[in-house]
């Protein structure tokens, strides 16, 4: 049913589902269950962990080791296959480990629905399962409850909503039961309740509307299903080098068998050239690594505040070209100060953040003495006690937090900083009888005894507070209220509500002693006009800091909020953020796809938005080439969050959705932990390429040592066995303290890098081809030269000693690829020092102890034989150190791109 509800009235809404205000009846009920069936979300059907498990070995890479092991077991090198098949093996189970934990967005959302429901039937009030709550069910509303399903609202007492998780917007809604008849956005059918929302205070009484699916959550839960999930820019990358590869593999192979016949070799020789060939071409230490290199930099990022629940969405940071971020509790403290009061014709300021009660007041610029202030106590005495929120301790014991409406609890916070307790205050001022606050009414007013007689203390809005007083505060007395005066408080308001201040005003009357039941008519045309309190949800400071920085980086910071335009723009004046339009969400609405992607890179601030415009903007932005990042703490954020690059959410504030939608949680839900983890995020992807350098060298190193002795010696250099140790010990062991080299320093002085260049851009092959080709050809020397002066096993150990040599220098070029490692400071990688003596000694255990000597075909080596592997690898250090101190950027080819535009 495609029903407008909220255009509807009470009795239309009842009539169009045959319902009444008495409930269902049993087999109404039942009927109803039978048609739409369970209030509850759906989630997708899971993946069995075998498959999950499989899942690991489709890959190219994967194939050619798998019958590389096939061929090694075929002519019984049981050694060469035990060693691919256990490295095979231990990537898929790293692999495995890291999919299970997969997205349990919809889990979360279903944690989220209300578990019980108190609803009318057969003509009597039951508490049942909200799963069978079904559409005409008559549900009741209390203070604390959770909504059990999308209703239409039938009869209200003084109700307020919290609907930030839904809207991001953080005050609470005032609710009523009359039609609207305009198309108005969600946050504002004020006559509507939503399921997974809270009922902050008042009853209410509804029809619901809608359930399960169907329900504004239940779309969002159907559109976090609906989004594909899109490879990170590093998995394309690794899976477009691993096609690389395969394809060199498959050239080689070809050109080795095509030598070995021409040269006479049996098939059996063919066979192990074709293994030694695939264990050369394919970097088993790669996954492994890559992995663990990942891993490191997600427990640093952990220790600054920035959860990774997705590894290989780590780099992804490095990249982002903009993020958009949720206002409330974002950039904002989500907690509404008072930075302004306007008291007997002064305009005072108020300092301090949230709801930390410290602060100063201060007229001029100057800090003023509150005791010689009587109309700003009076005003400040009037907030605290006309007033149903407490100010409380967090769970950490750290001050402070509001129970109760964030307004009162901004008025609370107001009276602390001038001393004054609460609870002081109401054992000298207990309070007598009280007139609710009502969306009618626009006012609260609260009776206290004061001085033998007593006083009602009211706040409301200004033009409602103003029309119910006859006199001003001036001085310590009430003066006649004039017209001059009243268009003098309205200029006072309206100037704060130009810097989206909320603008609360407060007044007093005296009543006799004997009053005891407080009435409106005690009230209307008597009050004593004191001063408006004007409140915000303030900037963090912190969070101005994070935008410089995103500037700085070449990082665009767009706001989207659910909150009013007026407010969004002033927040976004004050974090000076970049430039550019305001569009509202209705705005949004009437655009076009088309629309919106020709118009969205002038746009900074995205106010009104509705859930699942946040989808469209993120996807605008995503079709202009940008790798964009979310950051978001509600129900509301959670498809953009799965669409964006990277969703990044919050995790003191944020929901389950939220977290478990996204591939990052700020464990401080500070904005500048986001430009921190991209920071640390641009140091991994330099340090992936680091050791992604450091590898494929080695890799084509020993291809093209193997294709060079073939062709002139007619005999591998190299056993299968002794290549899998270079690339799994030797090589992993300098890799991993590759993957901790210390930052730099300059990273977020650098622009984004462009998604579309990898880890492998063309300088960098330029860099691996020249190092590769001094290798090979340095390997392919000593073991022709070897080779007849010496039995083949003491040839192949030299050359064995003189690839690892090799690789123990090369390491320390690899931790930059313009920086001289004078520059980045010879002892400041501690962990690369202690792998190199600790794979010294694995390469002294290899070649002197006896059993390693048999597994790995070597024989001891005099000191002379070790002089001349030394020799070729401090050869290529010096080289590669002075081509980094001469010409630096020699190997920069194409690591900047323009971004590429999309068609929506």
Not at 345 to 365: A, C, K, N, S
Not at 465 to 474: E, G, M, R, V
Not at 844 to 860: E, G, I, K, N
Request: glycine share 8%; aromatic share 6%; charged share 20%.
């Amino acid at each position: 049913m495609n029903t407008q509800w909220h255009n509807l009235s009470t009795s239309e809404a009842l009539e169009a589902f045959g319902s009444r205000r008495s409930g269902l009846t049993g087999d109404e009920a039942s009927s109803g269950r039978m048609r739409y069936g369970p209030n509850e979300l759906k989630g997708k059907k899971k993946t069995p962990p075998a498959i999950v498990f499989l899942r690991q070995f489709l890959s190219p890479l994967i194939y050619v080791l798998m019958v590389a092991a096939i061929i090694s077991l075929i002519v019984e090198h049981f050694i060469d296959a035990g060693v691919i098949l256990g490295v095979l093996f231990l990537n898929a189970a790293i692999g495995f480990i890291q999919e299970v934990r997969a997205e349990k967005a919809m889990e979360a959302l279903i944690r989220m629905a209300a578990p019980k429901a108190s609803v009318r039937r057969d003509g009597a009030i039951k508490v049942i399962p909200a799963r069978e709550v079904v559409p005409g069910d008559i549900v009741l509303l209390e203070t604390g409850d959770k909504i059990p399903a999308d209703a239409r609202l039938i009869e209200v007492s003084n109700l307020k909503v919290n609907e930030a998780m839904l809207t991001g917007e953080s005050m609470p809604v005032d609710k009523h039961t009359d039609a609207i008849r305009e198309d108005v956005p969600m946050p504002e059918r004020k006559n509507m309740v939503h399921m997974g929302t809270i009922v902050n205070y008042g009853r209410a009484t509804a029809m619901v509307v809608r359930t399960g699916m169907a329900t504004d959550i239940g779309q969002i839960a159907t559109a976090i299903q609906e989004i594909k999930s899109e490879k990170t820019p590093l998995q394309k990358n690794i899976s477009k080098l691993s096609r690389y590869i395969v394809i060199l593999f498959l050239g080689i192979c070809a050109l080795l068998v095509a030598v070995g016949l021409l040269q006479g070799l049996d098939w059996l020789e063919i066979f192990l050239l074709a293994v030694a060939a695939a264990v050369s071409a394919i970097p088993e230490g790669l996954p492994t690594v890559v992995t663990v290199v990942l891993a490191v930099g997600m427990h640093i990022m952990a220790r600054r505040n920035a959860i990774i629940r997705k590894l290989v969405a780590v780099e992804t940071l490095g990249s982002a070209t903009v993020i958009c971020s949720d206002k409330t509790g974002t950039l904002t403290r989500n907690e509404m100060t008072v930075q302004r009061l306007y008291v007997d014709g002064q305009t005072i300021e108020v300092t301090g953040e949230g709801y930390i009660p410290m602060g100063e007041f201060r007229r001029d610029g100057q800090t003023i003495d509150l005791q010689n202030e009587p109309s700003i106590n009076l005003m400040l005495r009037i907030g605290a006690l006309c007033n149903d929120s407490f100010l409380t301790r967090r769970d950490n014991d750290e001050c402070c937090d509001i129970y109760g409406d964030p307004t009162e609890g901004a008025l609370l916070v107001a009276a602390n900083k001038a001393g004054m307790n609460k609870e002081k205050l109401e054992k000298a001022f207990p309070r007598l009888d009280e007139i609710p606050f009502q969306s009618e009414k626009q006012y609260m007013a609260t009776l206290h005894p004061r001085d033998g007689g007593r006083v009602v203390y009211v706040k409301g809005s200004v033009e409602k507070i103003l029309a119910l007083s006859k006199y001003k505060l001036k001085g310590k007395q009430p003066a006649p209220i004039t017209g001059k005066d009243v268009d003098t408080i309205m200029q006072a308001n309206d100037a704060m509500a130009r810097q989206a201040l909320r603008v609360i005003a407060t007044a007093y009357a005296e009543l006799p002693s004997e009053l005891e039941d407080l009435k409106d008519e005690h009230i209307r045309g008597n009050l004593v006009f004191v001063g408006l309190a004007g409140m915000a949800d303030l900037p963090r400071e912190e969070a101005r800091e994070a935008v410089r920085l995103c500037k700085q980086a070449g990082i665009r910071v767009v706001m989207i909020t659910g909150d009013h335009k007026i407010t969004a723009e002033s927040i976004a004046r004050q974090l000076d953020l970049p430039a550019g339009r305001t569009v509202t969400g209705s705005e949004l609405k009437q655009m076009s796809d088309e629309e919106l992607y020709e118009q969205v890179e002038d746009i900074s601030v995205f106010a009104r938005i509705e859930p699942l415009h946040k989808l469209r903007i993120v996807n605008a932005l995503k079709s202009h080439g940008h790798v964009v990042a979310m950051t978001g703490d509600g129900v509301n954020d959670a498809p953009a969050l799965k669409a964006a690059d990277i969703g990044i959410a919050m995790g003191i504030t944020g929901t389950d959705v939220a977290k478990e939608g996204s591939d990052m949680i700020l464990a401080d839900d500070n904005f500048a932990s986001v430009v921190t983890a991209v920071e640390e995020g641009r140091v991994i992807f330099n340090r992936l390429r680091n050791v992604i350098f450091f590898l494929l060298s080695t890799n084509l190193g020993e291809l093209l040592a193997l294709t060079l002795a073939i062709l002139f010696v007619g005999k591998a250099p190299l056993l299968a066995v002794q290549i899998i140790w270079v690339n799994l010990v030797t090589d992993t062991t300098a890799a991993v303290p590759l993957g901790l080299e210390p930052k730099v320093g300059d990273e977020l002085k650098q622009p984004p890098r462009h998604p579309g260049v990898g880890i492998v851009f063309p300088g960098l092959l330029l860099r691996i081809a020249f190092m590769a080709a001094f290798m090979g050809v340095g390997v392919f020397l000593i073991f022709r030269w070897a080779e007849p002066r010496m039995s083949l096993e003491e040839a192949r150990t030299i050359t064995f000693c003189t690839m690892v040599a090799f690789e123990w220098f090369r390491a320390f070029n690899a931790r930059s690829g313009q920086y001289t490692i004078f520059r980045l400071g010879i002892f400041r990688n501690r962990w690369l020092l202690m792998s190199t003596a600790v794979a010294i000694s694995l390469q002294l255990f290899v070649v002197y102890t006896p059993f390693m000597q048999v597994a790995f075909s070597t024989v001891p080596l005099t000191l002379d034989k070790w002089g001349i592997a030394l020799l070729a690898g401090v050869s290529l250090f010096i080289i590669e150190e002075t081509r980094k101190a001469l010409f630096p950027r020699l190997f920069s080819l194409g690591q900047w791109r323009p971004l590429k535009k999309t068609s929506p």
